[in-house]
């Protein structure tokens, strides 16, 4: 068996690799002769600054003249492609127009970072860097963490309510999600009255949290605004004197002395956000990604006991095809039916694995995983709610089975040749063209909830499938 590492050191003798490939070179993908790797945990960044994704190639060596494609989800559109020794823009996002660069003074020594300039809060999420050269190729995954620190928080004395007074906390401009504390000298939690989160166009948040404060309470307090990924919090104090609890005579005189400690308030609160001054920490909590994983080439042997009464197995439970004869074989609960659907007999409950599919299309196919709990009998979506992840050509298209609606892959024509890889901790099921050695699709994260994931296979009217090696 080989192991192919996306994202982890490849260790390969290229003595053995030669025969190897000569032999199996129409079952088998050639090993890559580096491997591709990013950094161990998420990189975040504040809106508006530019950030740089780091990948380099392992071993050490000059890549000017590999290819070299960012991609989120789909490898087309791009986020940005480098490839003859140029950047090529004609296939890039709308979005990354004019703010992508590939570094190209790490070249020689095998880095082929990215940088994203002024940084936007769509641009957060996972990245793919794929690197491709010859029959060789490889990936690694980074996260892009998207930060925005907002304003101090400003308090203002609204009005007498309840035999106290109605003050407000408000600040803005922050992402993600700020929580709000009151908070006497003695570091202790008031419960505030109510609070309103809003988020506007561009997504950044805006909080407001009412407190009433009565003169038994604390007449010292302060207004804290903790951040999410931030470690550096931004608080705004204030002191109530007694005068302001008593019963105002006359009105007027009372709420102009309202107004002027409002003023004064204000006046303190932009004194103490110029003190402290905007430190932005990055406080990654998520921990590294798990690349460092090796990834196992698994030989897939399909259980007849799933298959359908119409699909016909060969004698090594291998391949597989569609025969549109009723077999007579017993009637099993674990049968699929009347969907021709098969699974695979080993199920995987933790690692990364790999196997190829081979494709004789007649009338549609499709691959992927499923989980062991599929349901077996009646109507089945294909879909991530119904435990399958898979891709395939679908009414004459060639389609990722996404829900509610499938999704059109950019292929000029469905692949002959399918790579299905799993990632069973991180949640992730991806999919790739081993005739043209491009990424195909990746299914947004998942989890699956403990349950065994099997390999799965669909055949259409005339379809022959193997599974490979």
């Keep these: 068996e080989k192991r192919m590492v996306f994202g982890c050191h490849l260790q390969c003798s290229l003595l053995a690799f030669i025969p190897y490939s000569l032999v199996f070179h129409v079952c088998e993908l050639q090993s890559a002769s580096f491997?591709?790797?990013?950094?161990?945990?998420?990189?975040?960044?504040?809106?508006?600054?530019?950030?740089?994704?780091?990948?380099?190639?392992?071993p050490e060596q000059n890549v000017q003249d590999m290819e070299v494609t960012w991609f989120r989800e789909q490898f087309t559109p791009f986020v940005h492609r480098y490839k003859g020794g140029q950047?090529?823009?004609?296939?890039?996002?709308?979005?990354?127009?004019?703010?992508?660069?590939?570094?190209?003074?790490?070249?020689t020594n095998g880095s082929v970072d990215l940088r994203i300039f002024r940084v936007q809060l769509s641009d957060k999420g996972l990245y793919t860097c794929f690197v491709h050269s010859g029959s060789a190729y490889d990936e690694a995954v980074v996260e892009l963490k998207v930060t925005a620190g907002g304003s101090a928080p400003r308090i203002v004395l609204e009005r007498y309510q309840d035999g106290g007074i109605r003050v407000a906390c408000r600040?803005?401009?922050w992402f993600p999600q700020p929580q709000v504390l009151w908070q006497d000298p003695r570091g202790q939690h008031l419960p505030s009255l109510s609070e309103n989160i809003t988020q506007d166009e561009s997504g950044l948040f805006a909080t407001e949290s009412i407190l009433i404060l009565t003169r038994s309470a604390s007449q010292e307090l302060a207004c804290v605004v903790?951040?999410?990924l931030q470690s550096q919090e931004k608080e705004s104090s204030f002191y109530i004197s007694d005068p302001f609890f008593q019963n105002a005579h006359p009105w007027k005189i009372g709420l102009g002395v309202v107004l002027v400690a409002v003023f004064t308030l204000v006046i303190i609160a932009v004194y103490l956000f110029r003190m402290k001054g905007i430190v932005l920490v990055?406080?990654?909590?998520l921990g590294a990604l798990r690349y460092s994983v090796p990834i196992e080439n698994v030989m897939v042997v399909l259980d007849s006991d799933t298959a359908h009464c119409d699909l016909v197995l060969s004698d090594d439970c291998k391949s597989v095809k569609r025969a549109d004869k009723l077999q007579n074989i017993p009637s099993l609960p674990q049968r699929f039916d009347p969907w021709r659907c098969v699974l695979g007999c080993e199920g995987y409950a933790s690692g990364r694995y790999y196997w190829e599919v081979e494709v004789e299309d007649g009338g549609g196919w499709a691959v992927g995983v499923s989980r062991e709990d599929v349901?077996?009998?009646?109507?089945?979506?294909?879909?991530?709610e119904e435990g399958i992840w898979a891709v395939g050509n679908w009414a004459g298209r060639f389609e990722a089975f996404t829900s509610p609606e499938h999704t059109l892959l950019h292929e000029s024509q469905a692949p002959t040749r399918v790579r299905v890889s799993l990632d069973y901790e991180v949640g992730r099921v991806a999919f790739f063209s081993v005739d043209e050695k491009n990424p195909i699709f990746t299914f947004p994260l998942t989890s699956f909830d403990g349950f065994r994931v099997h390999p799965w296979v669909w055949l259409g009217p005339g379809t022959w499938l193997k599974m490979c090696p």
């Design 35 to 58: 491997s591709v790797k990013g950094p161990p945990n998420p990189v975040a960044m504040a809106v508006g600054q530019d950030v740089v994704l780091p990948c380099h190639v392992s």
């Design 87 to 107: 950047d090529q823009y004609g296939d890039q996002m709308v979005q990354y127009q004019g703010r992508t660069e590939l570094l190209k003074d790490g070249l």
């Design 171 to 173: 600040s803005a401009g």
């Design 226 to 228: 903790r951040p999410a």
């Design 282 to 285: 990055q406080c990654l909590g």
């Design 375 to 384: 349901k077996r009998k009646g109507e089945i979506q294909f879909s991530p």
